[in-house]
């Protein structure tokens, strides 16, 4: 393409060979009307169900679509992190590849954008899924208000705009891919939120499930840390380490008053079993960082990379 990249899409593939064809009609639909130069990223993370070969397809005949085919499955994250560093675009535009988010929102998200925002976010009011997906997502987006600050009713749309400036200062790990409008807000980024529509899937099968709320429990611990304490991890671990000697000291003077003393010595095992386990977690969460970040090691490993000659 002559002209420079002006609109970058990042999305995130895994088996979903039969919504590709149409995932690519819907994008050229909402891409060529708005005039802009634009490339499509797709990001194959491991699929086994001839995803690859579909992109393969794709991107030998659109040069606008740039295909990144993982070697193995890492997950969202990873495919999310890999599209954002070959985009060459001002503005990231990112969704989920399995049609329920639409494309025909771009210029609404775009046309927040240009009110001076760094980040407008898809609220999914009319969710198309069922209670068993949506009631965990409510708890969570609850829970991630409180701890972000954020007045976001739903962080886990893959729908955003970015502007790439904004990516730069934020680098994806495990299962933060939901969480980036809350780590570039303490960057100082200006996030908003619009209704988006979303309809049910009816190609493929879905990859989320119950199964994953645990993780998304687990991150929020992580987030909290890197929010509240990222810079002061003392202020963290000192206080457990307080209320641990606390109830240690309130053991010892029921002992020492004649109470007795076996449910306490259970407590406090358990408190300090928990207390290990997260200051062990968060540790081996800003070990890995410091091993990434320092020797510029990326989490993801394409096996190939496909345009077309044109692009080429």
């Known amino acids: 393409m002559s002209s420079p990249v002006e609109l970058s899409v990042v999305i995130p593939i895994y088996n ?23 490339e499509i990223i797709l990001v194959d993370d491991g699929s086994s169900d ?34 954002f560093d070959h985009a060459r675009g001002e503005v990231v535009l990112a969704l989920d590849g399995d049609l329920q988010n639409d494309p025909a929102d ?28 949506k009631l965990p997502s409510r708890i969570a987006n609850r829970l991630l208000q409180s701890i972000s600050g954020q007045d976001l009713h739903d962080t886990g749309c893959c729908l955003k705009a970015y502007r790439r400036e ?11 891919h939901r969480f980036i409008p809350a780590l570039a807000s303490a960057c100082g980024a200006r996030v908003t939120e619009i209704p988006v ?30 929010l509240a304490y990222w810079n002061r991890p003392i202020h963290a671990f000192g206080k457990w380490a307080l209320c641990a000697g606390g109830v240690a000291l309130f053991a010892v003077l029921v002992g020492l008053l004649g109470g007795g ?41 394409i096996d190939e990379v496909v345009q077309s000659e044109e692009a080429a």
């Open 106 to 133: 771009f210029p609404r998200l775009l046309a927040r954008l240009d009110e001076g925002y760094d980040i407008v976010s898809g609220w999914r009011v009319d969710r198309a899924d069922d209670e068993v997906r």
């Open 261 to 301: 003393s076996a449910w306490l010595l259970a407590a406090l095992i358990l408190l300090g079993t928990g207390a290990n386990l997260l200051g062990l977690g968060v540790l081996a969460e800003v070990l890995m960082r410091t091993y990434h970040e320092a020797g510029g090691r990326p989490t993801y490993l």
């Open 166 to 176: 904004v990516l730069r200062h934020v680098r994806l790990y495990g299962q933060l």
């Open 50 to 83: 001839g995803s690859r070969e579909q992109l393969r397809a794709i991107a030998a005949d659109d040069p606008h679509v740039l295909a990144l085919l993982f070697r193995r499955n890492l997950g969202q994250t990873p495919a999310m992190q890999a599209g």
């Open 16 to 38: 979903e060979v039969e919504c590709l064809p149409e995932l690519h009609r819907q994008l050229t639909a909402a891409l060529e009307p708005l005039g802009r130069a634009y």
């Open 197 to 226: 529509q979303h309809h049910p899937r009816t190609l493929g099968t879905s990859k989320y499930g119950i199964g994953r709320t645990t993780k998304v429990i687990c991150d929020m611990v992580l987030l909290k840390f890197i």
